[in-house]
């Protein structure tokens, strides 16, 4: 499993570039040189094969060039369908393979980056998986898309990392960056309404991840069902992952309700249940716990008797 330190080798090793300045000019170069011979000398056969000479390598670099674009985009589209179906060693081992190939190509070389970095969080490797996040974060402007989706993966992985502190500070510049992102005097939006709405239930996931792991249960439990519902249901199916949380702050606050009654106890499952039952319509509960291990004892919690919860009495 790539480590961050291996990463780091494999962005020096192979660094995004500009394209090769000379073969972009050369046929540039010739055509201006027949042009400059078209005033000076009266041969039309020589300007005329100089006009051809330029005007076949000006061919031969846009379709090395097309062919070079193609080639890019398939290699990062390729390692984007391997995370999305869940293949993450497959898609790290064609990212260290063909990383080379989009070096001068830089949306390419930073989309295969990007999901290096979410093959790693899903592994969970979060350390060599926020190594790439902070490359994108230094390739594209905060307001972007690809800025704003990046930001969410790292502060999911600062979390996981129970790097809080970092975590806090990275969930305000998000808010404040989605909050900026609104429609201009035009109507127009720098990122589509459908992603704007994905980024702020994300970001409502994060808040929520980041209050069950500072221990504030009873915040997360003053929202009504309602409530959450709607500030979740943009993400689709990953919403489970909020449910999910706000289950397992349920089960906790009962636990740690030690002088309550059977009554209060009995009512935080009743609730752990219900947010349990909706995360696992949407996601196995086998998917669940692999993806959010903050989340594993829950379903053993519900599937225990009442008794474990509140204690002996």
Known sequence: MPSADQVRALLARHPMRSPRRAMLML????????????????QAEIVGLIFLLGLIALVVVVRYRI?????????????????????????????????????????????????????????????????AFDFILRLFERRTWPAVRTRILRIGSLLAHEYLSDADDELNILRSTLESLKADEDGKQTIPETELEWAWASYECLRLNQQVRTLHYRDVLKLDDQAWLTRLHKMGHESAFGYGLIALAALSLGKHQEDSAEAEITDCRTIAQRWWKRATTLMAPESLMEREPLIAGVHEALEAQPSPIGGDR
């Open 67 to 131: 062919k070079m674009l193609r080639l890019a985009d398939e290699h990062s589209i390729q390692a984007a369908e391997m995370v999305a179906t869940g293949r993450y060693l497959e898609a790290l081992e064609w990212v260290w393979r063909r990383l080379k190939s989009t070096v001068a190509l830089p949306l390419s070389y930073g989309r295969m980056v990007f999901e290096a970095g979410r093959a790693l969080q899903a592994l969970g490797q979060h350390e060599a998986a926020m190594v």
């Open 27 to 42: 046929p540039v170069a010739l055509l201006a040189l027949g042009l400059l011979l078209v005033i000076g000398i009266r």
